[in-house]
Structure formats: structure tokens, C-alpha cells
Nanobody, 124 residues
């Protein structure tokens, strides 16, 4: 089993920054791709960013390209999401997820384990 625990969410003004962390426990991590998703009230969960097992390949949703950066530290079993130039429309619960695949994945159904989520609220 794998457990994922997110942290770093909070309230920030538009234009500000937050850094989310996701700590993984269990047998797997360093050979697995990771992803971040978000879900706003009344909306479906949507893809935000993904990173491959080694950290050398990433992919982003068009809505966050140039503002968000995903990274990972396999030694610390942690994946990060640096969020800059935040906008009110970024307000959502952010979830990290782990897939058994080593390469990047953008579909929620391709992920096998999920964290409990952390709230990000961006005020205008």
C-alpha cells in the first residue's frame, strides 16, 4: 500500500505563491510517476501537472503552464508543486496521486493512489 499526504495549502492573495508538498510512504515511489490534480466546488477533478519517475519529464495543463512547476526528491519520497502568479480561478482542493507507470500520465483514471487533498484559496 501507498499513503500520500499533502501539505502546504492555504489562503493567498492573487499574484502570490504557494508550494505544495506530497510525502509518500510505502513500497513504491522512486519508480513511479506522480501527478497533481485539483477540484473546485461544483467542478470535476482536473489534471494540473505530472512528473516521471526520474524527474526528467514533466507535463502541465495549459491553464498553469509557465506559472506552476512540479518537481520531486526521490530520496525524501516527496513531490512538490510550486505555484506562482496565483489567480482566483486556481482556488480548489489539490490532490497528489501516484501511478504504477514510470512515465508521465495526465488522466485521473491512470493513477492508483491518491492523497486526501489540501485546500488552496486565492483571493482577488
Amino acid at each position: 500500500q501507498v499513503q500520500l499526504v499533502e501539505s502546504g495549502g492555504g489562503l493567498v492573495q492573487a499574484g502570490g505563491s504557494l508550494r505544495l508538498s506530497c510525502a509518500a510512504s510505502g513500497r513504491t515511489f522512486s519508480s513511479n510517476a506522480m501527478g497533481w490534480f485539483r477540484q473546485a466546488p461544483g467542478k470535476e477533478r482536473e489534471f494540473v501537472a505530472t512528473i516521471n519517475w526520474a524527474g526528467g519529464s514533466t507535463d502541465y495543463a495549459d491553464s498553469v503552464k509557465g506559472r506552476f512547476t512540479i518537481s520531486r526528491d526521490n530520496g525524501k519520497r516527496t513531490v512538490f508543486l510550486q505555484m506562482d502568479s496565483l489567480k482566483p480561478e486556481d482556488t480548489a482542493v489539490y490532490y497528489c496521486a501516484l501511478t504504477r507507470a514510470p512515465g508521465t500520465r495526465t488522466g485521473a483514471r491512470e493513477y492508483d493512489y491518491w492523497g486526501q487533498g489540501t485546500q488552496v484559496t486565492v483571493s482577488s
